[in-house]
């Protein structure tokens, strides 16, 4: 059993950056896909980023690209979210997620475990 537990949050100024963390325990996180996700009060969740098992392939969704930036330091068992140039648009809880072979990474569905998830604000 995999837990996922997210840092880095918090209430920032538009056009700011944060940078998330995401701690795995109890499994090797080099075995897995790796994925953020956001949501708000009414919305569905949202694709936000993913990366590969190695850490040579990342996808983004169209809204974030060019500003934020995934990552992993597998020997840590750490993934990261570095974002760039906050937009009030951004506002969101925060997810990290992990999926063993997904067919589609951007489906929430297709992920096995899930962070508590980290609350990002960002004022405009």
């Known amino acids: 059993q995999v837990q996922l537990v997210e840092s880095g949050g918090g209430l920032v100024q538009a056009g700011d950056s944060l940078r998330l963390s995401c701690a795995a325990s109890g499994g090797t996180l080099s075995n897995y896909v790796m994925g953020w996700f956001r949501q708000t009060p009414g919305k569905e969740r949202e694709f936000v980023a993913a990366?590969?098992?190695?850490?040579?392939?990342?996808y983004y969704a169209t809204s974030v690209k060019g500003r934020f930036t995934i990552s992993r330091d597998n020997a840590k068992n750490t993934v990261f979210l570095q974002m760039n140039s906050l937009k009030p648009e951004d506002t969101a809880v925060y997810y990290c997620?992990?999926?063993?072979?997904?067919?589609?990474?951007?489906?929430?569905?297709?992920?096995?475990?899930w962070g508590q998830g980290t609350q990002v604000t960002v004022s405009s």
């Open positions: 997620a992990a999926a063993l072979d997904p067919a589609n990474l951007q489906r929430g569905y297709e992920y096995d475990y």
């Open positions: 990366i590969d098992w190695s850490g040579r392939t990342t």
